[in-house]
Nanobody, 123 residues
Framework: VQLQAFGGGLVQAGDSLRLSCVAS????????LGWFRQAPGKAREFAGG????????YYPDSLEDRFTISRDVAKNTMYLQMASLKPEDTAVYYC?????????????????WGQGTLVTVSS
């Protein structure tokens, strides 16, 4: 499966932004999808994910109150809606996929990665 993430940009603190991740290839709906982010000088971290088939959604505790994941199965697209953005949300955001049912929380759980989209939040 191939992934393309887009929708990043420069926003101000407190703004909202929606990222999209389009999956293509063979049977993309059978892949669990995840969002990760990597801030400058930091490790890539799990930002949320959605299960294959069932659409169950998982968040890290730290982002659950501001980030919302959804998907459009017909468009093979996963979304990450981010609200009340903070400067510390500045990062490159990646989507990832793996042929499993439940999305993992580690980068090593994923075998397919998109190219990333940069989100910059100014104070």
């Amino acid at each position: 499966v191939q992934l393309q993430a887009f929708g990043g940009g420069l926003v101000q603190a407190g703004d909202s932004l929606r990222l999209s991740c389009v999956a293509s290839g063979r049977d993309p709906s059978t892949y669990a999808l995840g969002w990760f982010r990597q801030a400058p000088g930091k490790a890539r971290e799990f930002a949320g994910g959605i299960s294959a088939i069932t659409g169950g959604i998982y968040y890290p505790d730290s982002l659950e109150d501001r980030f919302t994941i959804s998907r459009d199965v017909a468009k093979n697209t996963m979304y990450l809606q981010m609200a009340s953005l903070k400067p510390e949300d500045t990062a490159v955001y990646y989507c990832a996929a793996d042929r499993r049912m439940v999305p993992g929380r580690r980068t090593s759980d994923y075998s397919n990665w998109g190219q990333g989209t940069l989100v910059t939040v100014s104070s």
